[in-house]
């Protein structure tokens, strides 16, 4: 957490206290001045790494308070009045280095104090570890089987928040699953629903963060267009409505990507149902694939077709895994089939589930964390087994050698 010493000027008490809260609960050392003339004067005595000042008390101050500082680069920040963009575009002719709109979201604030202090080097970031995390990508060819449902579950168990199971028979599958920094992407760009299943209103989403310049060029501002639910996983939501899906070009994604892949161990993609030029890319990306099928003869005509065109196109590089779904109480298929008809064993079978499936996206309260000893939830953690490389393939009742599910022919 930086420490920066930040001093502010406001000369309105609230704004002044809401500020220093803000700024202090971020680790910042703050002071705190009413007036232009007592910021000149305390710079004097004890220099500052930034400046957040009030639109009104640094009217006509900010070439003073430049001058204070002294050859130091001491970025301004104003706070400008709400809904007044010509005010906000004075501060910025008058010199300020960025304004905040007075009613501001503290992770706005810190985002912007965090930008101009990295601009200015005063602080350095994280470096970026050589590898960075994992990219996982849940897709199915057929919608409707179970993508987000296991995205979600499989995302929640890594990051730490599945609640243990209980019961002693199936506690053995709970282990193994270490927590780490996880990132879910809703990439289902039109009608995704990541944020229906863990019950969060985000108040930022992909289409603003792929739209938004300044924080693609700044992993802090990035940063605040992500929404933390209860169990640490991080979430960047789908589209808030379905055209935000045409403002979320393939680059800006390889940014965001690129941007975000440091900060987390595992970084896991809800890929829908759709391939376009974005969905490819995050496939031949990805460092992991889950491939979600619901064993009925569409869905695995689809799937066929789906293996068919990545064999000829390009063959992800990545774990490949077929999880089958059953999300019907009938066996329509038997899975030995769906063995012999992709010549894949699947890394785990989710049984049918009947209420408390449903009933855990209606109450946006995901599986693993409501009903933790369901045999559908030790499912779902040998999915999340299979993403960090720990296998259950029980062993085949027959000695044929399978073809991995993308092997070239
Ligand atoms: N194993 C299962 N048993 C019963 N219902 C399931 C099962 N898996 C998923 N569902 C239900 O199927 C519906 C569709 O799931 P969803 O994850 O949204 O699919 P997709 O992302 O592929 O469109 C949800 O209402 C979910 O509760
Ligand atoms: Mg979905």
Redesign the pocket.
């Known amino acids: 957490m930086p420490s920066n010493p930040i001093l502010i000027c406001a000369r309105g008490t609230e704004l002044r206290t809401e500020l220093e809260t803000a700024l202090t609960d971020a680790g910042y050392t703050t002071s705190t001045v009413t007036t232009p003339a007592d910021a000149v004067a305390a710079m004097r005595g004890r220099p500052v790494d930034l400046i957040v000042a009030e639109g009104l008390a640094a009217s006509g101050a900010i070439a003073s308070l430049r001058t204070a500082s002294e050859g130091r680069i001491t970025p301004i920040l104003v706070v400008a009045p709400a809904h007044d963009v010509e005010a906000r575009i004075a501060f910025l002719e008058a010199g300020a280095d960025d304004v905040i709109a007075g009613a501001f979201a503290r992770n706005e604030l810190e985002g912007r104090v965090m930008a101009l202090l990295i601009r200015a080097g005063k602080y350095q970031p994280e470096v970026a570890s050589s590898t960075g995390g994992e990219l996982v990508a849940f897709f199915?060819p057929?919608?409707?089987?179970?993508?987000?449902?296991?995205?979600?579950n499989t995302a929640v168990l890594l990051a730490g928040g599945g609640a243990p199971a209980t019961s002693a028979g199936l506690a053995s599958n709970n282990g193994a699953i270490p927590a780490s920094r996880v990132l879910l992407v809703d990439m289902?760009l039109q009608f995704g629903?990541v944020a229906t299943?863990l019950n969060l209103t985000p108040r930022y989403d992909l289409a603003g963060l792929a739209g938004d310049d300044q924080a693609l060029s700044d992993p802090e501002l990035a940063r605040s267009h992500l929404t933390t639910h209860s169990s640490g996983l991080v979430v960047l939501a789908a589209p808030a409505r379905p055209e935000g899906d045409f403002q979320v070009g393939l680059e800006p994604l390889q940014r965001i990507i690129e941007l975000m892949r440091p900060s987390f161990d595992h970084i896991i993609v809800?890929l829908?149902?759709r391939l376009d030029p974005r969905s490819l890319w995050l496939l031949e990306q990805a460092d992991a694939h889950i491939f979600?099928l619901f064993p009925e003869i569409a869905a695995l005509r689809a799937m066929s077709l789906l293996m068919n065109f990545m064999t000829e196109t390009t063959a992800p590089h990545g774990r490949t895994h077929l999880v089958v779904?059953?999300?019907f109480p009938k066996e329509l298929l038997k899975t030995r089939d769906v063995e012999n008809l992709l010549r894949a064993k699947p890394a785990a079978e989710?049984?049918?589930?009947?209420v408390d499936?449903?009933r855990?996206?209606n109450e946006g309260v995901p599986l693993v964390i409501a009903h933790p000893a369901t045999p559908?939830a030790a499912a779902l953690r040998r999915v999340a087994q299979a993403v960090i490389g720990i296998e259950h393939h029980a062993p085949s009742p027959r000695k044929r050698r399978r073809r991995s599910l993308f092997g070239r022919r």
């Open positions: 199915s057929k919608g409707g089987v179970g993508t987000t449902t296991l995205a979600v289902d629903q299943h809800d829908g149902s979600v779904n059953h999300l989710v049984p049918y589930t009947e499936m449903i855990s996206v559908a």
